[in-house]
């Protein structure tokens, strides 16, 4: 890969790698805050760091992903450079067990944090059967397995709010002794008001461009040309220092906002009051421990702190454990697949492929036209968008949750499949049935009207001919049988029921019509 002023730089700062420890630190490990390289004396310890040409073609990854993954790499390397840890920077067309068996022979073992990511660990998996890795504790997680286990039943269902009360307890985060600040340990009924325009949504901070990010830049821009996605240099989230620009960001801007309008959509902005953190959250460059510490102290709205603590120590928690209790929903299917091959969960048995529109062709339906332009263009949309734009879509679509799921970990910068298997199979398209949500989250078009401003300049009306209903109700009609023993579709499938077979007939005319447009990617 080209690296001209990356390696100036690095064997400029490099120091005698001669009689030290070594530790390989993964894409997603890029921090020395936690683990062994907290603790080991830098002049007594070497890092190996592996750029891999092998991963970014196993997807179509947004540029940004790859631009973000390889300049923190590269700047982690750097900064460690600088505090007298010795590097080896090893770049590999393999696989990262073939490029690390011969530096853990010449280092005499390597040591790594168990790698979140199960890819990586299937990968590694050789080099620990042949002794030259030791894997230890991954210390960036805020719970364990042992909390989450004695918070759900020994089978699944697991839902996330018992998960989350547990460790609230635990940790004693936001509890006045044995009761939850403010009386209730949730919130989250205060936080769903539409965003009226204002206060003006915060635009993320423009970061400084140097050498080796511009480097990264045009590597990528040549070496992986037709991959989708923009690149953008001022979003390029690569040192130690842009991470505590986008932390201070957030907290100024977003935090005071983040609950009232945590479900609000907007086409003005891909973010509005979220806090765009979760790819420096997953390569440690933030570390949870210290963003849920520091939301905890701020003195502010408390169902702002409280929703974002939320985020953090419960749901992004719960999805890690749901992936290990799992082994990445393997464990669910009735034949265990060989471990190379992707998870399969599909409890409503669809298997239509995914729209061209999610790569960009226009659709015609402004809300879906409209988040797939803020994701192409930022690698990023908020969670709102995820649920009840494109994953409600794409289920009313009857799209293979494996296509989807797959789109996610290629387009998002924050997917890994730790935390896009769950919230893609088993949250947002029900593939996992009730594994871990009470019921599918899909809905007609009256709840993105009420949450968004989309509808405002899309060519449908959301009250009389938005197709996104009539999809709504054919959804039902077809998975009726599979839903009727779902307490919480009573209701729905109850209104199904009244609904004229005139308009169930059409209902099904329109998803077929739909599904075939949408289907040769034209615009409706
Ligand atoms: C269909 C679907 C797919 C998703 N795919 C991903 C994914 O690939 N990677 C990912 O990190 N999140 C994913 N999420 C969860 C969530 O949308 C993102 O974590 C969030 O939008 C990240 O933006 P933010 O940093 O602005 O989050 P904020 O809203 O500011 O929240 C703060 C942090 O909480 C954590 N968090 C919040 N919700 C979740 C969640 N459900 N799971 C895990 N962590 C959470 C994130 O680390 C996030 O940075 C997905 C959600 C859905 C519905
Ligand atoms: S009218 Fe329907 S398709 Fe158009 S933006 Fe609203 S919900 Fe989406």
New binding site residues.
Partial sequence: MSSGAFRRELERRNPDPRGRRWLFVPYDQTTDAIGPLSRWQPDETGIVVVESLRKPSLRPYHKQKLALILSNLRHFALEQAARGVAVRHVVTPGSYADALRSEAARTGGLTVMRPAERELRVDLEPLVAEGLLEVVLHEGWLTTGTQFDASQGAEPPWRMDAFYRRVRRDTGILMDGDRPEGGKFSFDTHNRKPWPGEPAAPAPPALPLDPVKAEVLDLVEARFADHPGDLDGDSLTATRDDAETVWRW?IEE?LPW?GPY?DAMSAASE?LF?????FL??VHRLL?SRVVADVAALDSDLASREG?IR??LG??E??RHVHERTDGFRSLSAERPDPETAADSNALGAARPLPPAFWGTESGLACLDTVVDQVVRTG????IT??MV??NIATLLDVSPRELTDW??AM?T???DW??E???LG???FAAGDLMTTKPYVSGAAYIHRMSDYCATCRFDPKKDCPITPLYWAFLDRKREQLAGNPRMRLPLASLRKRPAERREADRGEFERVSRTLGSGKAL
């Fill in positions: 957030a977003c983040f945590e973010g979220h806090t765009r953190i979760s959250l997953h949870p974002f985020q953090v749901w992004r719960f999805m990023y949309s908020h969670h995820r649920l494109l994953s996610f970990w998002y924050d997917a890994f935390v896009v769950p919230n893609v949250m947002g398209t």
